[in-house]
């Protein structure tokens, strides 16, 4: 696999920036030039004197592409919570045509983007439109991160059919263990046979 893809989680605080970083590392070992890119993010902290999210700050670490921080995160939201109750209270709508130019912006000047959501697929950005959307208006696969835990298998699945309901491509899927869990492995295989292909092995 080598081009720009969108990463999505089963859940939020499963592995998506850490499995983000591992492929621009990766991608850059092979010789591309990469950018990170986070369209929404909700969650600032002061770092180096600035108010910045913790993602985007390792995603432009990571990347070998210099880019403005407004193409790489078009929306930053200070309080840590679902991105469109974090909009409404700063008065902000998230316009997508802001983040498709953005996205183009970055294009220019990488081989690759790698783009990574907030939360899961379904998470709305405003009262009619979710993460979804995003993925469908820049027209990229998606890498699914799954957080091996308890449940997974319902999370997976459920998150396969609504990429699949939109008709957007699941281009691989990230087993991350962040605990370990009884039958752990039999999970890992059980979603290796659903989803119809194993998960990515990435670079430690």
């Known amino acids: 696999m080598s081009e720009s893809v969108f990463i999505t989680g089963t ?3 499963v592995g998506k920036t850490y499995v983000a970083v591992r492929l621009i590392q990766q991608y850059i070992a092979q010789g591309y030039k990469v950018v990170g890119m986070k369209p ?14 913790e993602d985007v700050v390792k995603l432009m670490a990571a990347s070998n592409v210099q880019a403005p921080r407004e193409w790489v995160n078009p929306y930053s939201f200070d309080a840590p919570i679902a991105p469109h ?3 409404a209270q700063q008065n902000v709508q998230i316009d997508v045509a802001k983040i498709q130019q953005a996205y183009k912006e970055l294009q220019g000047l990488a081989d690759i983007v790698i783009v990574e959501g907030a939360g899961g697929l379904l998470v709305p950005i405003d009262e009619r439109r979710t993460m979804a959307d995003i993925v469908l208006a820049l027209n990229l696969p998606v890498v699914l991160v799954v957080n091996v835990k308890l ?14 309901a939109r008709q957007i491509r699941l281009s691989g899927w990230v087993a991350n263990v962040i605990s370990p869990l009884e039958c752990g492995e039999e999970n890992i295989e059980t979603l290796a046979k659903w989803l119809g292909m194993p998960p990515l092995i990435l670079p430690v």
Do not use: P, S
């Open 151 to 164: 449940g997974c298998i319902n999370h997976t699945l459920l998150t396969a059919e609504a990429l699949k």
């Open 40 to 53: 929404v993010a909700a969650g600032c902290e002061m770092i180096d004197g600035i108010w910045q999210n």
């Open 85 to 87: 109750i974090a909009a």
């Open 11 to 13: 859940d939020t605080g």
